[in-house]
């Protein structure tokens, strides 16, 4: 409007842009900060800030992949799950912000999972710009994920791949026999028409019914399965959604793609 010369601004127009441009304010949030990449430059307004920085290891945030020996996998875990404890209490609604990768976004999700009834949200960046992503966002019908399977017969658990963002099937296919994971298939889970790309999912919306569709497709495939090997490659946002919505599944270990060495690693165990 200033652009245009627009100098004065009624009530009307302003309810209108409102309106338009779905500017209605959310619930009062509980901020989270989680740094592990780089500075967060919200950490200092946040109500609880974990800073992992100089505790990961590499030179920027490309490189930060993994922590820096002595410190553990085990131990951002503890920090991490220890969150909704430092946040003020009766807490329902948390923003996440800082710079993750995709395990940790993951156990965020889980540590405060849908059954605790928190409304968690994320900043997912994409070709539309940022948008909030949350798990409060409607998801009534689920997104029925591809599915395709490769056997690996090398035990009785399962291994599955997200491949929503870039398909990683073969580099986790070569990390579980050359590590000799005792799983029994690789399950990969791709978006409805079977395409990962960076785009693959437009919204919160469409990225809550997805990990819904996911979800159950797992609950139903592992149903008598005791552990299962989760790798990501998906947005942060999917993976803070899809953490968010892990109830009724079995132990999971969730990898970190490290790039180097044996191109992944363990990071966390989550119970579910």
Not at 26 to 41: E, M, N, Q, W, Y
Not at 56 to 81: C, H, M, V
Not at 150 to 156: F, L, P, S, T, V
Not at 202 to 218: E, F, K, M
Request: aromatic content about 4%.
């Amino acid at each position: 409007m200033i652009r245009e010369g627009q100098r004065q601004l009624t009530l009307t127009m302003i309810e209108t842009a409102v309106a338009e441009l779905d500017l209605k304010a959310g619930p009062a949030r509980a901020v989270l900060s989680i740094a592990t990449l780089k500075p967060d430059p919200l950490a200092s307004d946040a109500d609880h800030a974990i800073n992992w920085i100089d505790r990961f290891d590499g030179d920027s945030a490309y490189t930060k992949r993994r922590p820096l020996s002595p410190n553990t996998w085990s131990q951002l875990q503890a920090d991490i799950e220890a969150a909704p404890g430092r946040l003020p209490a009766e807490t329902t609604a948390v923003s996440v912000t800082g710079s993750i990768r995709l395990a940790p976004a993951f156990l965020v999700g889980t540590t405060f999972r849908m059954v605790t009834g928190t409304d968690l949200a994320a900043v997912q960046r994409g070709r539309a710009g940022s948008q909030l992503w949350s798990t409060n966002d409607p998801s009534d019908t689920a997104l029925v994920p591809g599915v395709s399977e490769d056997e690996i017969g090398q035990g009785d658990e399962i291994a599955v791949a997200i491949a929503v963002a870039t398909d990683p099937t073969q580099d986790v296919l070569e990390y579980l026999r050359e590590q000799n994971i005792p799983v029994r298939k690789l399950i990969v889970l791709t978006p409805p028409d079977g395409v990962a790309n960076d785009n693959s999912l437009p919204d919160s919306t469409a990225a809550n019914a997805l990990a819904v569709g996911i979800r159950d497709h797992l609950r139903r495939s592992t149903r008598r399965v005791r552990r299962m090997h989760l790798f990501l490659a998906c947005p942060m946002g999917l993976a803070v959604l899809l953490g968010n919505r892990w109830n009724r599944l079995c132990q999971t270990v969730v990898y970190e793609d490290i790039k180097i060495d044996d191109g992944y690693e363990p990071a966390f165990t989550v119970e579910a």
